[in-house]
């Protein structure tokens, strides 16, 4: 048996009531008849409905202790060093590890594809990139690249002192990247996390802009390891199922089954959009995307890293990086970015949920962390009203 799986390989590696949940079918948060927003999603409800955004995942599930892996964002399929992308990253608590982020916003523009992976192997995955962009054709001659890594600690399932990601597991990752639709759950560099003290993982959303205000797709792709107290389109799920943060004690602040609600770690927020903008309104559109995350529950707690990353995929705007004079053949206006900005919070909030409604039980590094109960959470929203009474 091979150290590296994909998600149908724990299967073999995991009894139990793991088993089970591994088989159970868990819908999306738009399968219940919840929508999130008033815009409609794209054909995927995924990141990759903007066009020419890839993404691949090596998910790493070994013995009783090793749940991780790594997720890969391409915001084209050619050679990004000599087509770059405008990109910015914000800041919302930056307590935490994203290789690459200086840069970034200093250029405003992103020259590699985006990782996200547990926190200490963000040195080793992001040796892994450079190795992968030095190996494209055309980069015979490059001495230097910007590899973009982010991170969550997966370090409650699983030995995240071990390090176990290996080079090919990256290069895995990025190799089989894809345009279709996105995993999620525990799959890649969500197998580990935890949200709101159920199981996290990795989640996807979109948004498109109806023609009159420039049929833009906005997708967002996340990696929820946070705390706070969920709410799910205004339903106050985490506080009637008594898993929320603070409570008076720390013996009262652990729900059943489920390990410590602290508030503590962290959210990656991958936000892509087909619409010609620049680091500038990539920086508005990043920050907007914050909302999203707070409609959910979140606090941003001080132990918490919570980044979003932002780029352009539109041949409009790619960068070559041996010109002398950046001329983009349009960009948009600042009277024009309102809409996106609702896009990004909407597509946000789903797709923090869609990592949580997809994630199944896992045990692993000696502790379980269950599956947010369906159920009870179906019939919370339904009370609150937030879908439709069947």
Known sequence: MTRRSFIVAPV?????????????????????????????????????????????????????????????????????????????????????????STQVNEMGEIETPILLTSTDSVPRVADAVITYMFNLKGNENVLSVNPLVGETNDGYLSDIRSRPILPEDVLTAIGNATGGAVEEGVVGAGTGTVAFGWKGGIGTSSRRLPISLGAYTVGVLVQTNFGGNLIIAGAPVGNQLGNFYPKISSEENKAPGNGPQTADGSCMIIVATDAPLEHRN???????????????????????????IAFSSSPDV???????????????????????????IEATEEAIYNSMFRAHDVTGNGHTVKALPLQETINLLKKYNAMAAK
């Open 12 to 100: 073999l590696l995991i009894t139990g009531s793991v088993l089970f949940a591994q088989t159970e079918s868990r819908p999306r948060v738009r399968d219940l008849g919840v929508q999130v927003g008033v815009l409609p999603p794209g054909p995927r409800n995924a990141i990759t409905d903007v066009a020419g955004v890839k993404v691949g995942q090596t998910t790493l599930i070994r013995g009783d202790n090793i749940r991780t892996g790594v997720t890969a964002i391409l915001p084209h399929g050619g050679n990004l060093y000599k087509e770059r992308v405008p990109g910015a990253v914000f800041l919302g608590n930056a307590y935490g590890k994203l290789a690459g």
């Open 282 to 308: 990539l920086s508005r559109l990043a920050a907007r995307a914050m909302m999203g995350l707070a409609r959910t529950g979140s606090g941003e707690s001080n132990g918490s890293g919570d980044y979003v």
């Open 318 to 344: 790619r960068i070559d990086p041996t010109e002398p004079v950046y001329r983009p053949k349009e960009l948009l206006s600042n009277e024009s970015m309102s809409p996106l900005f609702e896009a990004v």
